[in-house]
């Protein structure tokens, strides 16, 4: 099994900003892509960012240019610098990855607790 452990979260005011890690650990032969997703009190769960095994990106459409997701492979950690934070992005943030725990299985998806981030306006 893989466990995916987030820290950074916390109250920041707006425009202000914050950095979140994510360390995965367990066993672990492959991780594909990893990513931040969000989930917002009465809204359903949205894609923040993503990047794959090869540091290609993507982001949702309302942190595009705020917001900047790196990996370290070596650690299994992904990180979201999250800048210029406005009261709308106050939401669990969620880790995820894309896991593969030996050569012969695929990849299966594992999820964080997640960690409060909360903006104040």
């Known amino acids: 099994q893989v466990q995916l452990v987030e820290s950074g979260g916390g109250l920041v005011q707006a425009g202000g900003s914050l950095r979140l890690s994510c360390a995965a650990s367990?066993?672990?032969?492959?991780?594909?892509?990893m990513g931040w997703y969000r989930q917002a009190p009465g809204k359903q769960r949205e894609l923040v960012a993503r990047?794959?095994?090869?540091?290609?990106?993507n982001y949702g459409d309302s942190v595009k240019g705020r917001f900047t997701i790196a990996r370290n492979n070596a650690k299994n950690e992904v990180y979201l610098q999250m800048n210029s934070l406005k009261p709308e992005d106050t939401a669990v943030y969620y880790c995820?990855?894309?896991?593969?725990?030996?050569?012969?299985?695929?990849?299966?998806?594992?999820w964080g607790q997640g960690t409060q981030v909360t903006v104040s306006s």
């Open positions: 990047i794959t095994s090869i540091t290609r990106t």
């Open positions: 995820n990855a894309d896991a593969a725990t030996s050569w012969y299985s695929g990849t299966s998806p594992y």
């Open positions: 367990g066993i672990i032969f492959s991780i594909n892509a």
